[in-house]
């Protein structure tokens, strides 16, 4: 592979400026939007008090991933905060799907007749369902951020940024804009607002959206509640079992957002119980370790799949179809996203993975770079019973017996996209060997790093590797010593799975990394180090 550098950036501001598109300012302290700004959000807000005044009970709707899971927590412990307690329901993964229904609708309506009912990261796709509930007599206000479809659902006031995104500066996650509400709600509340503002961050990270803007503001607040213990009783149990002593974005997108997906993705009904800890202030231990448990069983699941997969595929000459497609029943569904995504980072083409659910075959798919996933799925929508999305990922289902039909359109629909070129990979700045402290300093002042503002991936020129009390320069770590800890005067290399890559070069005294900076905090201490992504011979 030939490294690149990617800017003529000669620091880590520059090259987070040159990667964000922002000055350094809007990272260091960027402009809070008020709530008010967001479109429709104040009329929901005046037809929520409207409601509490009548006596109506509330219901919320949800989603069952990290974003859902959180926007609904928020939501409950800020109406529980006004004194309504509110019925809480998330759809089931395998036997409901996402979103509104109109058997949960029912549901709502046989507990709450003449409620209001919220959706919060689900509900601006759900035209059937919402004329439904509107229909049955209940107050319908749509919290939503997906985009939405030539019709909108018939509810008493929709919140969607994508409605008018030319009057948007910011887009919100589902969290984001229930955080947005309870700011609203509860301006007085601070310390209720500091925990929200925590579960927003989760939420933010955990959809992957842009880290700048208002979005960036939620970030920063809320990695101040968690680093501070501001939060929840449970979530910090949640961040306890982590083993985690320090959060930042990249902490949180690893460590704490599987955790809460895990319940979601291996359960029908598992998204309720991530929920309920997080909304809980009482410690619940027991239950955080439980979701590290789900979570532990999901990655275990993952790595057996992805190998089963792999040897099925056969792929020994690396020419991969393009798009990959995989029907299987011994895949989980509530993994199908995470093995898709898998397949485009292994072979660097889309690729489809679909697992057997209820009579039909339920699916994700991935994509690459410059190749929008549901605009190709649109030209064969007659070979799918129904799918969605956006450019980079989509949910899809297949009828039995169709999978031929599936493939020989897909192949025909993706004839001309070609393979991303994996030969060449780009590094943000360059440093020499003395500058690594300050920049890892330079960096900590510009977190934090995510979507739309990455982390940046530094080259450090001729470090000279010290040996150790054995005299080895290399210390080989790992079950087969797979994995490599070299020792410079101010930091260390850590490369995982390079043991071979060192040993290849001849063991040198002096190496090129490149790799991002981090802080390792463990018992032993804190340690400055690289955690690489190549170890090269010195340029």
């Known amino acids: 592979m030939q490294w690149l550098a990617r800017t003529p950036a000669t620091s880590i501001a520059d090259a987070v400026r040159f990667a964000s598109g922002c000055s350094i300012q809007d990272l260091v302290s960027p402009e809070p939007l008020e709530p008010w700004m967001v479109k429709n ?27 859902g899971v959180t926007a609904t927590a928020i939501l409950f412990l800020t109406f529980t905060s006004l004194g309504v307690e509110p019925d809480i329901r998330l759809p089931y993964r395998m036997s409901e799907g996402y979103g509104l229904s109109v058997n949960i609708v029912d549901e709502v309506c046989e507990k709450n007749p003449d409620g209001l009912l919220i959706t919060v990261d689900n509900g601006i796709a759900a035209i059937e369902a919402v004329q439904h509930a509107k229909d049955a007599g209940l107050t319908v206000i749509v919290l939503d951020h997906h985009l939405p479809g030539p019709v909108l659902p018939a509810a008493d006031v929709v919140v969607d940024q994508w409605i008018a995104p030319e009057n948007t500066s910011n887009y919100y996650c589902g969290a984001g804009l229930a955080y947005k509400l309870a700011q609203y709600l509860i301006p007085g509340n601070e310390e209720l607002l500091e925990k929200l503002s925590a579960l927003a961050a989760i939420g933010t990270i955990g959809d992957v959206m842009t880290l700048t803007s208002d979005n960036r503001v939620i970030v920063q607040e809320g990695l101040t509640a968690i680093n501070n213990r501001h939060v929840t009783r449970g979530l910090q149990s949640v961040l306890d079992v982590s083993g985690k002593a320090k959060f930042d974005a990249i902490t949180i997108a690893f460590y704490i957002v599987p955790m809460i997906n895990a319940a979601g993705r291996l359960l029908d009904n598992g998204a309720k119980f991530p929920c309920a800890i997080l909304a809980a202030e009482t410690p619940v231990p027991r239950h955080a370790e439980k979701l590290l448990a789900l979570n532990n069983e999901r990655k275990e699941m993952v790595k057996a799949q992805m190998e089963k997969i792999s040897s099925d595929l056969n792929l020994t000459d690396n020419t991969p179809p393009i798009p990959i497609v995989v029907f299987s029943d011994f895949v989980h569904e509530g993994i199908a996203g995470i093995l898709a995504g898998k397949l485009t980072e292994t072979y660097h083409v889309p690729a489809f993975v679909f697992a057997a659910s209820h009579g039909r075959w339920k699916g994700s798919g991935r994509s690459i770079e410059g190749v ?10 007659e070979q799918m019973l129904g799918y969605g999305g956006h ?28 393979p991303e070129d994996s030969s060449v990979a780009y590094y943000d700045v360059t440093l020499v060997e003395g500058q690594v402290p300050s920049a890892f300093k330079e960096q ?54 390079m043991s071979d890559a060192y040993k290849e070069l001849g063991e040198p005294e002096y190496v090129d990394v490149i790799g991002y900076l981090e802080l390792n905090i463990s018992q032993y201490g804190k340690e400055l180090q690289v955690n690489a992504q190549a170890i090269l011979p010195v340029e």
């Open 41 to 67: 959000l104040e009329e929901a807000v005046i037809l929520i008090g409207n409601c509490l005044k009548a006596g109506k009970r509330v219901s919320i709707i949800g989603d069952y991933d990290t974003d």
């Open 372 to 381: 929008n996933l549901v605009k190709r799925l649109d030209k064969m929508s």
């Open 391 to 418: 450019a980079g990922a989509a949910g899809l289902s297949v009828a039995f017996g169709h999978e031929s039909d599936f493939i020989t359109a897909a192949q025909s629909v993706f004839s001309d996209v070609k």
């Open 444 to 497: 900590e002042s510009l977190e934090p790093f995510g979507e739309g503002c990455p982390k940046p991936l530094v080259r450090v020129k001729g470090c000279r590797i010290l040996p150790g009390r054995n005299g080895s320069l290399a210390f080989y770590m790992g079950k087969n010593k797979e994995h490599v800890k070299l020792k410079c005067s101010a930091f260390s290399i850590l490369g995982f799975f």
